[in-house]
């Protein structure tokens, strides 16, 4: 059994009990279709993000809103987005052998996370993380009917007042400003009317500071359990004043810039020029490798066919002898035909800061000098032991490199540390433009993000002379690659972090 705050993605078999503090499903036109989210909470408070797919829905079918359940079997993906409801690092996905059953705790803590209204007006928190925040509404408007991308949508208006007479602008839309209509109308008898807000996103309109629902992430809880309504109001100041526009300033849009396409004409930056870039950009940064990020696994499998797509172990360990068997996502069947694929998170500095990178499976290969094949001998396994790492891996710290860095949307706009790598040279060589004549000018490894759902998606299209460095069977791929885990939006802070350059 392991708690929350453990669980990292190199690996799957991971088993954890929490409660489901709230569920919905997630609309969507791409192939997939819907999928199902829930945030979960383990007794210690700690809370994560899970979604699962249409085609594994049958798996999750236990999981209850209220309700205690283990669940065995997960993958797990950075966190991103600007409407994250959790603030841990992780995202959960349920994935073809997740296993859901019941739990015997008893506990009815609902592990609010309250926000007060001064946090929320001085603009010391991330935007992108929702918060629990409650209230007595006042100054409640009539519904409005405002079109919003072309259909038309209910909105309500109206101001959350706490204990100690802050006041806070709220705007909610569709079935929560009914709802909250409909219990203001029902509290005009009975004057008992506190309102949670859940899961909530703070927003800037017009200059001015609100908190809004977040699509159908959020909740609105009127009266809720746990609290004592009565007292609560009684220290609730009658304050029947207008809402004052607050003062705080619209975050200027930050927009999207074409570059070049040839690595000798992107411009050299420093580590601290991407950490604070407000445009994507393609562009070059020397930096010196000084740890290992073992919270992740140095490979995955891939699908031969699927010209390496990432795949989920399904072997079943307690059959004897023992036959490796995976699921493909892409092929919708089991696979035997895999391979290993370098998947390197670094961690790496200058004179002016660090960062992180993440190296996929041709681009890490020239540096490292041998194939993630010959690395793991013949082995099918996850990784058990994150700090076992091979020589040629370890040896990478404390050596610099140029390195050609990809600034994307998820890093600029929400806040993603990890930047990922097109391709490197030696710290001391000099890039011409003859350098990458010879280079499939479509080299790029873009991280395009899901507003709404906060997924991240990779496209890797590799040159030839990357591809051609790959040993068999890696040399027979067409440099496809699909991973999910690109970016984190934990800015600032850095995971556990086993291996360091030497001092």
Request: hydrophobic content about 35%; aromatic content about 8%.
């Amino acid at each position: 059994m392991t708690f929350l705050n453990d669980v990292k993605p190199y690996k799957t078999s991971w088993k954890v009990e929490v409660k489901v503090l709230h569920s919905w499903t997630q609309h969507s036109s791409y192939s997939g279709g819907d999928s199902l989210q829930f945030i979960l909470a383990d007794k210690t408070g700690v809370k994560i993000h899970c979604t699962c797919k249409r085609l594994f829905f049958a798996r999750v079918k236990k999981l209850q809103v209220g309700q205690w359940r283990f669940i065995e079997n997960f993958s797990l993906t950075a966190a991103a987005g600007k409407c994250r409801p959790t603030s841990h690092k992780y995202k959960m996905s349920i994935i073809s052998n997740s296993n859901v059953t019941n739990s015997t705790l008893k506990d009815e803590d609902n592990f609010l996370s309250l926000t007060s209204f001064t946090e929320i007006m001085n603009g010391s928190l991330d935007s992108n993380f929702l918060i629990d925040v409650i209230g007595q509404p006042i100054d409640i408007g009539d519904i409005q009917v405002v079109p919003v991308q072309g259909k038309e949508t209910k909105k309500l208006e109206f101001t959350l007042i706490d204990t100690e007479d802050h006041q806070i602008a709220c705007c909610l839309w569709g079935r929560f400003a009914e709802h909250m209509l409909y219990a203001y109308k029902v509290a005009q008898v009975n004057k008992n009317f506190l309102c949670l807000l859940r899961f909530a996103k703070i927003n800037v309109y017009k200059g001015q500071v609100q908190v809004t629902n977040a699509f159908d992430s959020s909740t609105v809880e009127i009266n809720p359990p746990g609290f004592d309504v009565q007292d609560y109001l009684q220290v609730l100041p009658r304050n029947e004043l207008a809402l004052t526009t607050g003062s705080h300033e619209l975050a200027k849009h930050k927009g999207s810039k074409r570059q070049p396409d040839k690595w000798s004409i992107y411009p050299e930056r420093s580590i601290l020029d991407i950490i604070m870039a407000t445009e994507t950009e393609t562009c070059i940064v020397k930096g010196t490798i000084y740890e290992i990020d073992t919270d992740w696994a140095w490979f995955y499998f891939g699908c031969v066919k699927c010209h390496f797509k990432k795949v989920t172990d399904i072997t079943k360990r307690d059959v004897v002898p023992v036959k490796h068997l995976w699921y493909c996502d892409s092929c919708h069947q089991s696979v035997t035909n895999v391979a290993p694929q370098f998947k390197l998170h670094l961690l790496i500095k200058d004179d002016t800061g660090e960062t992180k990178v993440m190296l996929l499976d041709t681009i890490a290969e020239p540096i490292l000098g041998v194939s993630a094949e010959v690395l793991l001998v013949g082995s099918l396994e996850e990784v058990e032991d994150p700090e076992d790492l091979p020589a040629a891996i370890n040896e990478l710290i404390g050596k610099t490199f140029k390195f050609g860095v990809y600034v994307s949307k998820d890093n600029v706009d929400y806040g993603a540390d990890i930047f990922n790598i097109g391709k490197t040279w030696s710290a001391d060589e000099i890039i011409t433009h003859s350098d990458d004549e010879n280079t499939d000018d479509t080299l790029t490894n873009r991280a395009l993000s899901d507003r709404s759902s906060g997924q991240v998606s990779l496209i890797s299209m590799e040159s030839e002379e990357n591809t051609c460095l790959s040993s068999t069977p890696l040399s027979k791929r067409k440099g496809e690659c699909e991973i999910d885990d690109l970016s984190s939006t934990s800015k600032k802070q850095c995971s556990k972090i086993m291996k360091q350059e030497k001092k």
